[in-house]
């Protein structure tokens, strides 16, 4: 069940949670927290290349959720020891929780855009 993978990826184990993802999101692919969890899975067992697959999969599902966004950031930050990979999410969010980080930056709490870009070289 879901409550049993979350309960395995917030305690960390990534090799409980991480099928337990893969037959949910097998049974209800439009699922994008499914996807997501995959990809917390991935970057707990240091497999940030799969982990970004797995946020911009949950991205094509749910373009709104400002943590998939995020993860996608975390996952492109923690695979920078691999070359090659180039992308762009731009994404349009309710400012919601974010509101106070955005009022403490002086910047605006409504029609807020999220920008990713990351761009790595080859070695």
């Known amino acids: 069940t879901y409550a049993?993978?979350?309960?395995?990826?917030q305690a960390g184990e990534f090799d409980k949670a991480r099928p337990a993802?893969?037959?949910?999101?097998?049974?209800?692919?439009d699922q994008a927290h499914f996807c997501a969890g995959l990809a917390q899975?991935?970057?707990?067992?240091?497999?940030?290349?799969?982990?970004?697959?797995y946020f911009?999969?949950?991205?094509?599902?749910?373009?709104?959720n400002?943590?998939?966004?995020?993860?996608?950031g975390r996952?492109?930050?923690?695979?920078?020891d691999q070359g090659g990979r180039q992308c762009l999410v731009h994404?349009?969010?309710?400012?919601?929780?974010?509101?106070p980080v955005l009022r403490s930056l002086g910047a605006s709490?409504?029609?807020?855009?999220?920008?990713i870009s990351a761009t790595k070289g080859c070695r």
């Open 41 to 53: 899975s991935a970057l707990g067992q240091n497999e940030p290349d799969v982990a970004v697959s």
């Open 75 to 80: 996952a492109f930050f923690e695979d920078a």
């Open 4 to 9: 049993m993978a979350y309960h395995w990826l």
């Open 91 to 99: 994404q349009h969010i309710d400012a919601g929780s974010f509101a």
């Open 109 to 115: 709490t409504t029609g807020t855009d999220c920008y």
């Open 21 to 29: 993802f893969e037959m949910l999101w097998r049974v209800c692919p």
């Open 56 to 64: 911009l999969l949950a991205l094509g599902i749910d373009e709104n």
């Open 66 to 72: 400002a943590g998939y966004t995020l993860g996608l």
